[in-house]
């Protein structure tokens, strides 16, 4: 069993910057692919990054590519989102999830096995 948190949402302008966290309870951690979703306002849940249990592989969505660096610390059970160059397309919530698969099959947004709550971005123009 794993339960996620994400903080470190909230209101930016366009060009600015956040920092997503997701601290996963338990001690299985490191065993899990991890990833981050979006959903827009009135759209579907959408795949954002991915990384492997061990931090050495990553995915994108092309939307993100160059501006999202998706990384973990598996010493503190945390997988983070620097999200730069932010535009109001970015706006949506965001849900950080966790995999006992890999992260190839977590981009097709399959084999999630947890979610957390998911943190609100909102990108003003």
């Known amino acids: 069993q794993v339960q996620l948190v994400e903080s470190g949402g909230g209101l930016v302008q366009t060009g600015g910057s956040l920092r997503l966290s997701c601290a996963a309870s338990g001690r299985s951690f490191s065993s899990y692919a991890m990833g981050w979703f979006r959903q827009p306002p009135g759209k579907e849940r959408e795949f954002v990054a991915a990384?492997?249990?061990?931090?050495?592989?990553?995915l994108y969505a092309d939307s993100v590519k160059g501006r999202f660096t998706i990384s973990r610390d598996n010493a503190k059970n945390t997988v983070y989102l620097q999200m730069n160059s932010l535009k109001p397309e970015d706006t949506a919530d965001y849900y950080c999830?966790?995999?006992?698969?890999?992260?190839?099959?977590?981009?097709?947004?399959?084999?999630?096995?947890?979610w957390g709550q998911g943190t609100q971005v909102t990108v003003s123009s």
């Open positions: 990384i492997s249990r061990s931090g050495g592989s990553t």
């Open positions: 999830a966790a995999s006992p698969i890999t992260i190839a099959t977590m981009m097709e947004m399959k084999g999630v096995g947890y």
